[in-house]
């Protein structure tokens, strides 16, 4: 067959669009998603003023925005986030005032766009950058809305080369799937190293520390990477698949084949080695 007729016949790659989030499948692995912000947390300074105002850049169900509260009990703190699903959890589990006499609250919100109405002391985010593809354009106007002392930080998956991703974007790629996901399983390569994001808050006039920690997390369970990915990176497919059950079911069983044989189980566990890049620039006082 002619290659032009052949080509002719086969739908164009859909474009990616925004996945639809389910705040329960991604809270089934909580323990393991929060430690990352702890960390952050733990690194971030003190803020310029109190109380602090503080904006969480993709929320999510709002867990740890309330770890901000805990941290600054003082404080008024705006989660944003695009997902309305994320947002309904939130704001039904932690909107309101705190026992510090600050408050939480939650908008909607699309990063790829957001800028500060007003200073904030902190503007922070949790594992959300990575599903912007411009957000280090975003850093100027992001430093700029803050006080001067306030900081900027965040942290951000980094495993896109790791099994589980590979295989998902190898997967979407593949002949049966290519027309209706080729794209969507590869949305991480936009990814800065850290020492780049270094340069970039230096350039800003910031007082930067970066650097990466890769977590070997023990999951139990059956299938529990699979379980793990359906919360995150296999959301787009999910979305895309929509309501075609068969398709859906047939897409996890090549994926967690794959998975399978990648991170095979041991006595105790599979274990999950997950790579994640930091970030905290200070502003100048």
Request: with cysteine; charged share 20%.
């Amino acid at each position: 067959m002619h290659s032009d007729t052949a080509s002719a016949r086969i739908p164009a790659p859909a474009t990616p669009s925004a996945p639809t989030w389910d705040p329960q499948q991604y809270l089934r692995h909580a323990g393991h998603r929060t430690r990352p912000f702890l960390d952050l947390l733990n690194r971030i300074p003190e803020l310029p003023t109190r109380p602090a105002r503080i904006a969480d850049l993709g929320c999510g169900p709002g867990n740890v925005t309330a770890l901000l509260a805990e941290r600054w009990p003082e404080a008024h703190i705006t989660g944003f986030d695009l997902s309305p699903d994320m947002l309904r959890r939130a704001d039904e589990e932690y909107a309101g005032q705190t026992p510090g006499g600050g408050s939480l609250e939650f908008r909607h919100g699309d990063l790829a766009h957001w800028l500060p109405e007003e200073p904030y002391d902190l503007i922070v985010s949790n594992a959300a950058l990575q599903w912007v593809p411009s957000h280090p354009g975003s850093f100027p106007a992001w430093i700029n809305g803050l006080r001067p002392g306030g900081t900027f930080a965040f942290q951000i998956p980094a495993n896109f080369t790791a099994p589980s991703h590979a295989l998902l974007a190898r997967l979407c790629d593949a002949p049966r799937w290519r027309s209706r996901l080729a794209g969507h399983g590869a949305r991480y390569i936009h990814l800065l190293e850290p020492g780049d994001y270094l340069d970039r808050f230096v350039e800003l006039g910031c007082t930067a520390d970066t650097w990466d920690t890769t977590y070997h997390q023990l999951l139990t369970g059956t299938d529990p990477v699979l379980d793990w990915v359906k919360g995150t990176a296999l959301r787009p497919v999910l979305t895309a698949l929509g309501d075609d059950r068969t398709a859906v079911e047939a897409f996890l069983a090549e994926y967690r084949d794959l998975l399978r044989e990648a991170y095979p189980p041991g006595p105790r566990g599979t274990v999950f080695p997950f790579r994640r890049i930091f970030a905290v620039a200070r502003k100048e006082l």
